[in-house]
């Protein structure tokens, strides 16, 4: 399996400086690029007023990072580069468990029994069946 070694996003990006040479690019969508190791010079492209369009290349020893902004087009040599995606509809495809109205009203009463003084001795002797093993 290889892995990707380059990936485009679209969109705006609001820039903030986390200090150290370490940028954390974000979209209103929920993505989010961390950069490592970006010079000064270099930053100056990311305070840029709006960002759009950024891609990464990812190579041995850097990442290179390309955006465009309102000033045209930059490119930065960076040490490390992270892409975060949240993927909304992740869990929709696994057979999740899904309890219906009476399961529900079952599981609430347990974990009431539970919280109750005295009340986990009394599911377990409900759990029996009412009477001590081996009778």
Do not use: C
Request: glycine share 12%; no cysteine.
């Amino acid at each position: 399996m290889t892995a990707k070694m380059r990936r485009n996003f679209s969109g705006e990006f609001a820039a903030q400086d986390l200090g150290s040479g370490n940028w954390r690019l974000a979209q209103p969508s929920g993505a989010e690029i961390f950069l490592r190791g970006v010079s000064s010079l270099e930053a100056q492209a990311f305070s840029a007023q709006r960002l759009t369009d950024l891609g990464i290349e990812w190579r041995r020893q850097a990442a290179l990072v390309t955006l465009k902004s309102n000033g045209g087009v930059a490119s930065a040599a960076v040490s490390g580069a992270w892409a975060h995606e949240p993927l909304p509809k992740l869990y929709d495809a696994l057979p999740l468990a899904a309890f219906d109205a009476k399961a529900r009203r079952f599981w609430g009463r347990v974990f009431w029994l539970v919280r109750m003084p005295g009340g986990r001795r009394l599911l377990k002797y409900f759990a029996r069946g009412g009477r001590k093993r081996g009778q």
